[in-house]
């Protein structure tokens, strides 16, 4: 599938690289030469936490359309050409099966997010372990790719983002490290109000419309069931939908989340049977103009409104 052209490309980036690391500049680097790295993101939360860590020493771009499905993501000749030419791909192994290849045909210019993530498998946060067994596509070693989700692990990506840029532009370090501290310190401050707006609600299962949600419920005290898997094209059984639908009203819950870019008729069907309400609660995969603000923080800080009125907190 790779091109000779795209192979050459990617050789030429890796040896720019090289000789950055080297310091001995790079000669024939665009982006070298007007001082900024580019960087390339598999999707969102990573592009916003590549753009906060390398400030205005790096050039990023997400490879995941705005409105696009990440998890479904396809890359383009276009796409591919961008990972091959870029100082440095951001990207999360096991999330975006597309870009598992390139990152590996880029090589040392791959950086996966998930090492510093600590991700676990999908079944840390459940109540009912055997909704995911049932639905379960990856076999029993899935991993939960969803770590953004939890702030104080996406600061661990920054802290560990800071580093990988300084090997790359060892002048930005302090830049890096200054940035890196920043972020830090906005996702705990998120975290903090996170913790207080979750310590004390009425329901703790939490009913999504697909399984991205673990690592915030288990920062938080949460129990989550995915409708859908790990993945939203992961979807239910007729059995796996009835056992939800149980849940839903043994455990008096009053909100069934949707989110912004799946579709949510699964989950309405859930809730409509079970006689509840839906909300959306934006697992942000990436941002459209109906996301309910204009980053992260912003959208993570509606989440925490969506569910203490969902879950009944106080
Ligand atoms: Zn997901």
Redesign the pocket.
Known sequence: MRTPAARWTASLALTATALLAAGCGAEGDDAAADGELTVVAGFYPLEWAAARVGGNRIAVTSLTPSGAE??DLELTPRDVGAVGSADLLVYLEG?QPALDEAAAEAGDAAWDAGQAADLVEGEHAHGDEEHADEEDGHGDEAVD??FWLDPTRLAAVGDALAERLTELDPDGAATYEGNAAALRADLEALDAEMQEGLAGCAVDTLVTS???FGYLAERYGLDVVGISG???SQEPSAAGLAEITGLVRDRGITTVYTETLVDPAVAETVAEEAGVRTAVLD?I?GLTDESAGEDYLQVMRANLATLQEGQGCS
Request: proline share 23%; glycine share 0%.
């Open positions: 990440a998890h999330f790719p969803h697909h399984e991205a790990l993945s939203p697992p995969e």
